[in-house]
């Protein structure tokens, strides 16, 4: 499966703070507006999600049909497919796609130590 790029998207208390940090961690923001409590930050190829008030805990983020840069891939899985292969493969899923729609979807699932994995396609 080609699940796209991947962050860590956090569950900041302050998000100023959290900028401050991750911009001395040698980050820079990417995407985002601070205004609406949220930032993607990046370093190289590694990119870092700070939402503020947005979500209880810390989320593995992966976005399919897009690399690092958000630049979209000639060629991915689409996110209907991955929700078919999961479910094929016994993976229960909190929030499923509509398998009958096309374009921007996402689904949600548990890994077995509670984390929470968002495949997110926006496109």
Do not use: C
Request: charged share 20%; aromatic share 8%.
């Amino acid at each position: 499966m080609k699940l796209g790029a991947f962050s860590v998207s956090l569950a900041v208390k302050d998000i100023k703070k959290s900028k401050t940090f991750y911009e001395n961690l040698g980050f820079t923001v990417f995407a985002g507006d601070l205004k609406m409590n949220y930032l993607i930050m990046k370093n190289g190829n590694s990119l870092i999600g700070l939402f503020q008030g947005m979500f209880e805990n810390n989320i593995l983020t992966f976005n399919p049909g897009w690399d690092e840069n958000a630049n979209e891939l000639k060629e991915y899985d689409d996110v209907r497919a991955i929700q078919q292969h999961l479910k094929a493969n016994g993976i229960k899923l909190n929030r499923e796609a509509d398998l009958n729609s096309t374009g921007p979807a996402s689904i949600v699932l548990t890994d077995p130590d509670g984390n929470h994995i968002l495949i997110d396609q926006h496109i």
